[in-house]
């Protein structure tokens, strides 16, 4: 499996938004490495947006581009259908219910066999979690001092698409988010635009 090797805190810098949560990942961001303060191009644009979806949700750009072809054969539109779609990723879910402290982390989880849908072992991080899936932890995983222990204390996210349920050790996606739900910081109009070129 692909995995992204370059340092974290530089690519914050380079987007210019903290994609990772950690309080340090702007620290050396004062814009004096910001390419001499260049104004971006419309294509330079288009493609930091894209860079920046990417890298909230931590994937690929072959992935990436086959959620935005997927994207583009919808009736609704396509870049709220793109975010819609990564955010409904098992990886993103298990992260946003609080399972982890980031993205990556709940990735590892997945793919280690702690998360279960439905009462099933789900290992595919990209798997697309429906409305009304059970989310929950593996019995023998609740024993884990750190996983119990994000789960108990991380509030990261209450959005309301998700309920997070504390007795049963889950979570469900009781709906489909709406863009405003949707807690990332992006312009979809300008990936789509990068595409349709």
Do not use: W
Not at 34 to 56: H, I, N, T
Not at 64 to 79: D, H, I, N, P, W
Not at 162 to 179: S, Y
């Amino acid at each position: 499996m692909a995995t992204h090797r370059e340092p974290r805190f530089k690519l914050c810098r380079r987007l210019g938004i903290n994609i990772y949560g950690h309080p340090k990942a702007l620290k050396r961001g004062d814009g004096k490495n910001q390419r001499g303060g260049r104004k971006a191009s419309e294509y330079g644009l288009q493609l930091m947006e894209k860079q920046k979806v990417k890298a909230y949700y931590g994937i690929m750009e072959r992935q990436f581009l086959r959620y935005v072809k997927a994207s583009q054969k919808s009736s609704e539109m396509t870049g709220f259908h793109l975010l819609k779609s990564l955010e409904c990723r098992l990886d993103n879910l298990v992260y946003r219910i609080g399972f982890s402290r980031s993205i990556r982390q709940a990735r590892q989880m997945v793919t280690h066999g702690h998360i279960l849908v439905n009462g099933k072992r789900v290992d595919i991080p990209s798997y697309g979690v429906k409305v009304g899936d059970q989310i929950s932890l593996r019995e023998k995983s609740r024993k884990n001092e750190m996983i119990v222990q994000n789960f108990q204390e991380l509030a990261s996210f209450n959005v309301p698409y998700i309920e997070k349920q504390m007795d049963q050790f889950g979570g469900k996606l009781i709906r489909l988010p709406e863009r405003d739900e949707i807690p990332i910081d992006a312009n979809e109009r300008l990936i789509v635009e990068y595409y349709s070129k």
